[in-house]
């Protein structure tokens, strides 16, 4: 599942610097990929891309937004249900000069 931030959030913006896929945005802000800017998905909170979220697989055996939020407001999305396979596949079409390890680091192993 990707990862979502609910309407608990508190606007810290802790959680921003600490995503690995820059999936994390600030309420309002539009969001990159590729070179190109789309509309905010939430004017309000900050919000997670699902496109760009690989529930930190690839880096880290946990999501670094949800280790860091005071409010524990992200969570896994089950809208948005996806394989530990899909989502090391999106880290490395995301990350294409980055070594990531064998097995990687991720949630789905701890
Ligand atoms: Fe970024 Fe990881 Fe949070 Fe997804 S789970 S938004 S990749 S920090
Ligand atoms: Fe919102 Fe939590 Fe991120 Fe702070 S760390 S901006 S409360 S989701």
């Known amino acids: ?25 600030e309420g309002g802000a ?11 998905i939430d ?3 900050y919000y997670i891309v699902p496109q760009k979220c690989t529930e930190c697989v690839g880096f880290f055996d946990q999501e670094q937004c949800a280790a860091v ?3 524990d407001c992200c ?3 089950p809208d948005i ?9 999106r880290a ?7 070594p990531i390890a064998d097995p990687p680091p991720s ?4």
């Open 1 to 25: 599942m990707a990862t979502k931030i609910t309407d608990e959030c508190i606007n810290c913006g802790a959680c921003e610097p600490e995503c690995p896929n820059t999936a994390i945005y």
């Open 30 to 40: 539009e969001w990159e990929a590729d070179g190109e800017l789309h509309a905010a």
């Open 43 to 45: 004017e309000d909170l």
């Open 69 to 71: 939020c005071p409010v």
């Open 75 to 77: 969570i896994p999305d």
């Open 81 to 89: 249900p996806e394989a530990e396979e899909v989502l090391l596949a």
């Open 92 to 98: 490395k079409v995301m990350h294409p000069d980055t």
């Open 107 to 110: 949630r789905f192993r701890t």
